[in-house]
Structures are given as C-alpha cells and as structure tokens.
C-alpha cells in the first residue's frame, strides 16, 4: 500500500510541477482515496493558458494506462524535462479531465488500484 501512496503523491507532484511551468500562481490539490481508486483533483489559476493548451494536456493525460511502465518509475522519473515526467504520470493513471475557466484550471485524474499491486 505503501507504494501505491508513493505513486499518487509523485502524479501530484508531476501535475502540480506542470502548472508551475505554464505560470501558475495559485493552486488547489484534493486527494480522495475510495474503494480502489484515487481521485486527484488540481485547481490552479494560469495566466495566459489557452483552450489548445488545456486540450492538449486532456490529450496527454488520456494515453492508455502503462502498468509495466510504473515498476521503472521511479528510476526514469525526476532526470527529465516537465513535460517528460507529464508524460510519465499519464501513463500511471486510467482517466484524465480537463476543464477551463476563463484562467482557472481544474484538473481531474483517477487511478484505479489494481488487486496484485501493493
């Protein structure tokens, strides 16, 4: 269980490290975990986003779930450049929204636990 903690902090790190890069200045994190599942949910205030920015971070967000991937983790994680360890924390989560206001982003995740991990 331990790990699975580790996991959803780093996917909150990564998100929160994303909307700092873009300029973010203020930001709202909840964390809900309920049956098997994690629920991350950003709120950070971005000057200058665009619509085709938030689009394309849903789009990123939206890869297919990489389980093997999650074992080497931790070891490719971290070395990379912000958009890199994005990357990385969609392939770790099963499904992503993304929503702008004016120049707030919400930012939804969910990462269903599996019954063999730890």
């Not at 990564?14 to 709120?43: P, W």
């Not at 950070?44 to 689009?55: G, S």
């Not at 779930?65 to 990379?80: A, D, L, M």
């Not at 992503?96 to 995740?109: D, M, Y």
Request: hydrophobic share 35%.
């Amino acid at each position: 269980m331990k790990l699975e903690y580790e996991k959803n902090i780093r996917i909150m790190n990564d998100l929160m490290g994303y909307c700092h890069f873009l300029g973010a200045y203020h930001m709202q994190v909840e964390f809900s975990l309920e049956n098997d599942q994690s629920t991350i949910t950003l709120k950070a205030d971005v000057p200058n986003i665009t619509e085709k920015q938030a689009k394309e971070m849903e789009e990123l967000l939206n890869i297919p779930r990489q389980r093997e991937v999650e074992q080497n983790y931790w070891n490719i994680s971290g070395e990379e450049e912000i958009s890199a360890e994005m990357n990385l924390a969609a392939m770790m989560i099963d499904n992503a929204k993304v929503q702008l206001k004016g120049q707030r982003i919400c930012i939804w995740v969910q990462r269903l636990r599996y019954s063999n991990e730890e």
